[in-house]
């Protein structure tokens, strides 16, 4: 008898043991500090710091929650992947926020390429960032990565990975308040979803290519009140190439967008694209010093009821106001604020110098993007725009996320 006990005692022991070795967790009860890889679910402590060992799964079904003030630091050498099947909850406050990073002494490279990203499977059907910062992602897959492993995002080998990457047409996809930074190419590819992306800010992205929100078919998204610096390629990618269900609807207002396609010197490099008969409506927004303005592909052109109006042009070289000038591929809006002299339309920031290069890639914090008086962006957005979420919004996790309604002011910031 005291022999089978014992059996039983050591069978219960490994399986035990087997247990955590699947989740490969060890978490401090009181302080909420972990070292973790594998399996993970449940919640991550207000203020703690997660050390993230390898690739991290979030099983169909189950949730991830991180509180306020969590720093998710990811090992260098393992540079692990992120994959939601289930749900992720980023919850931070503006005291307080979130933050995917690596270890101070490690963040040497400027465009990151240190830890893998969020890569949410077509399983996810919810995944919210607020108050959130991710930077040093875009590792390079191999055939050994989990992503490629599982079919995720492109599936194959070579390829750096997005920062955030979500792919189910039926999920919802929230990201707002956050910061996308020192990231080595895409900050975000979106393949399907209900989507609001506001009042983020993207800079620091992309050596040789990488938008900071790449839209594909299946997306229904609002983009608004963004603030992107230097995106290589261009800010925004807007497409409905994949023929998923529904067709892409974007709405795109109210965003700033700085320096943007100059590091890309192709006919790619820009502000906003479209194609693939994508139907956007874009309206508001401020392009200062960016590579073309509003593009389109002639070959693959937007959804004839596509409307754009109400947009901003400034130019400190007459290149780069060339450059905005309507034509084939470059569209057209009602009401745009547009000249054609160097210059012209200064839209008087509070704190950003006009004569800054503009294949530089450096932010710096300290410049406010807010309007002084008397900016020809004052007074002259359009605020009828219906976004797709302003009435009934996305709930995530119990709370629901509105979209912000449209200014009437020309960019992503008015007056302080």
């Known amino acids: 008898m005291k022999a089978t006990q014992l059996f039983i005692c050591l069978a219960l022991t490994a399986a035990l043991f087997a247990g955590c070795k699947k989740a490969n967790s060890d978490v401090d009860p009181d302080t909420g500090n972990g070292t973790i890889s594998g399996e993970a679910s449940g919640v991550w402590k207000k203020g703690s710091t997660q050390l993230i060992k390898g690739d991290i799964i979030i099983p169909e079904g ?52 240190l830890w893998g990203g969020i890569l949410a499977a077509p399983s996810c059907q919810e995944l919210l960032l607020d108050h959130t910062i991710i930077e040093y992602a875009g590792a390079t897959t191999s055939d050994a990565s989990t992503s490629v492993k599982q079919n995720l995002y492109k599936g194959k080998a070579g390829e750096n990975l997005p920062a955030l990457w979500f792919a189910n047409v ?42 900071a929100i790449n839209l594909k078919s299946g997306c229904v998204a609002d983009v608004a009140y963004n603030l992107i610096y230097s995106a290589n390629t261009n800010a925004l990618k807007l497409s409905n190439s ?49 590579r073309f303005g509003i593009k389109r592909d002639t070959k693959k052109a937007e959804d004839k009821r596509s409307l754009f109006g109400n947009n901003l042009y400034y130019g400190n070289s007459q290149v780069t106001v060339d450059q905005f000038q309507p034509s084939a591929d470059i569209i057209a809006g009602t009401n745009d604020i547009i000249g054609k002299t160097a210059g012209l339309n200064d839209p008087k920031f509070v704190n950003y ?7 530089n890639a450096t932010f710096t914090p300290a410049w406010d993007f807010h309007l002084q008086a008397g900016s020809p962006a004052l007074g ?34 008015g007056t302080n």
């Open 62 to 113: 189950q949730s991830l929650t991180i509180e306020e003030g969590v720093t998710v630091l990811m090992d260098t050498l393992a540079k692990p992947e992120i994959i939601v099947k289930g749900n992720l909850y980023a919850q931070g406050t503006s005291e307080f926020p979130i933050r995917f990073t690596v270890a101070e002494g490690a963040r040497t490279k400027e465009f990151g390429r």
């Open 353 to 359: 110098p006009l004569t800054t290069l503009v294949n």
């Open 170 to 211: 039926n999920g919802k996809l929230v990201v707002t308040n956050s910061i996308f930074r020192n990231l080595q190419e895409d900050c975000t590819y979106i393949d399907g979803g209900k989507i609001i992306f506001s009042n983020n800010k993207f800079y620091t992205t992309g050596v040789s290519g990488g938008e």
């Open 242 to 290: 994949g023929d998923r269900t529904p067709q892409a609807y974007v709405m795109v207002y109210n965003n700033t967008m700085v320096n943007t396609g100059w590091r890309r010197p192709t006919a790619k490099g820009g502000s906003i694209w479209v194609e693939a008969t994508v139907r956007v409506e874009v309206f508001n927004n401020l392009f200062a010093n960016t």
């Open 380 to 413: 002259k957005g359009k605020t009828d725009i219906k976004p797709h979420y302003a009435v009934n919004g996305l709930v995530m996790n119990g709370i629901s996320y509105t979209s912000p309604a449209a200014a009437s002011y020309i960019g992503a910031f």
